[in-house]
């Protein structure tokens, strides 16, 4: 079992920054790929930005890209998520996720392990 904590969620106006980050901690030997989803206010959960774990390549939703980054620290088996140039529409629970695989990286089902969620809210 791999355990996922998310921290650094919060309230910020239109064009500030926020950064999360995701400890991941158990097996982290079984994982390859940690990542960040979110789900809006009736809105399915979607990929936000995914990192692999051993060559650092990242992978990002069209919406995000240019304004959001990933980065991971593995010695701390940690992933962040700096969000730039926030907007209203970026509102969201933000989930960190871990999985295994190649494939399919920015899909929420090919994802095993979840952690709790932490709530991003962007004002305009």
């Known amino acids: 079992q791999v355990q996922l904590v998310e921290s650094g969620g919060g309230s910020v106006q239109a064009g500030g920054s926020l950064r999360l980050s995701c400890a991941a901690s158990g097996a982290t030997y079984s994982i390859n790929r940690m990542g960040w989803f979110r789900q809006g206010p009736g809105k399915e959960r979607e990929g936000v930005a995914v990192i692999h774990t051993g060559g650092g390549t990242t992978y990002y939703a069209n919406s995000v890209k240019g304004r959001f980054i990933i980065s991971q620290d593995n010695v701390e088996s940690t992933v962040y998520l700096q969000m730039n140039s926030l907007k209203p529409e970026d509102t969201a629970m933000y989930y960190c996720?871990?999985?295994?695989?190649?494939?399919?990286?920015?899909?929420?089902?090919?994802?095993?392990?979840w952690g709790q969620g932490t709530q991003v809210t962007v004002s305009s």
């Open positions: 996720a871990a999985g295994a695989g190649w494939w399919s990286l920015l899909t929420p089902s090919q994802y095993k392990y």
